[in-house]
């Protein structure tokens, strides 16, 4: 079986996850899909997504005829993994707040979670926090904001500093904390302002590594072939919204060729 590996996203943050793809899964083929006509998802209410989720990836699934889909997004993956799985045919590794690992490093036993305000709610991640950091104290903040920067930064924009640091002050009026989960794939991009702005030494816990590991566990499970000849394809839900030349330009940097649109 080819492996051909289903990247989604509701935009283009999910390339922090592809990037670590990339890495330990060189020869596999991958189709990205980004929702653009339906970003942002932190935003929405969990009847929208269930509903969009549960309707767009069995096709985005059927049109590339992938192996293994990943969900390189907190904000879906924390709400309808099961859902989803319900209704594609193919295995589905999703991306989930890295609590685990974070209560692992913390010494001070106060966590940061930077979320979506959607992942930050929902119950998966209240479990998430009382089943391996019961004792530890949770700092949460849900920001739209960072999203919006962090697709601008990908997208090879400028970002204000000040725009971060104030979506991050709560966070650092905890003298004690010392670790923070980056639990929405967009703000892998942002690490390098993070730690810019961190008033001391601070580990920025991401899922990205691990869900790339699980995935490659997975491929060797299935007995996936690596490919010689690739082509990677970009597939979003919307032309309007975006700039296409800008998009063609980073997803080469990535090895994709393609835009198609699928409407949903
Ligand atoms: N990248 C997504 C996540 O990991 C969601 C961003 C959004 O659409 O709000 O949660």
Redesign the pocket.
């Known amino acids: 079986m080819k492996s051909r590996i289903a990247v989604f996203?509701?935009?283009i943050?999910?390339l922090s996850v592809l990037s670590e793809l990339q890495k330990i899964l060189p020869s596999s083929e991958y189709y990205y899909c980004l929702?653009n006509a339906f970003?942002?998802?932190?935003?929405?209410t969990e009847e929208e997504l269930i509903q969009r989720l549960t309707k767009l990836l069995p096709i985005f699934v059927r049109n590339c005829d992938a192996r293994i889909l990943v969900l390189?997004?907190?904000?879906?993956?924390?709400l309808a993994l099961e859902a989803i799985r319900s209704v594609v045919n193919i295995p589905v590794v999703g991306?989930v707040p890295a609590i685990k690992p974070a209560a692992n490093l913390s010494k001070s036993r106060v966590i940061g979670l930077l979320?979506?305000?959607?992942?930050v709610r929902r119950k998966y991640t209240d479990s998430l926090i009382s089943d391996f950091a019961k004792d530890c104290e949770l700092i949460k903040i849900g920001s739209?904001k960072l999203?919006d920067i962090?697709e601008a930064k990908i997208r090879g924009d400028l970002v204000s500093l000040s725009e971060i640091s104030s979506e991050l002050a709560p966070f650092f009026k905890h003298e004690n904390l010392d670790t923070i989960v980056l639990?929405?794939?967009?703000?892998d991009h942002l690490r390098e302002e993070f730690e810019k702005l961190a008033p001391r030494d601070i580990r920025w816990v991401s899922s990205a590594g691990a869900v790339a590991l699980r995935t490659k566990t997975l491929a060797e499970e299935l007995g996936l072939k690596e490919l010689d000849k690739k082509e990677n394809r970009l597939i979003g839900t919307q032309v309007a919204k975006m700039n296409l030349h800008t998009l063609s330009v980073l997803f080469k940097r990535y090895g994709f060729a393609f835009y198609q649109t699928l409407i949903v």
């Open positions: 996203d509701s935009g943050g999910g929702d970003y942002p998802y932190g935003t929405k390189a997004c907190n904000t879906a993956s924390t991306v979320a979506t305000e959607a992942t739209r999203v962090a639990a929405c794939t967009h703000f």
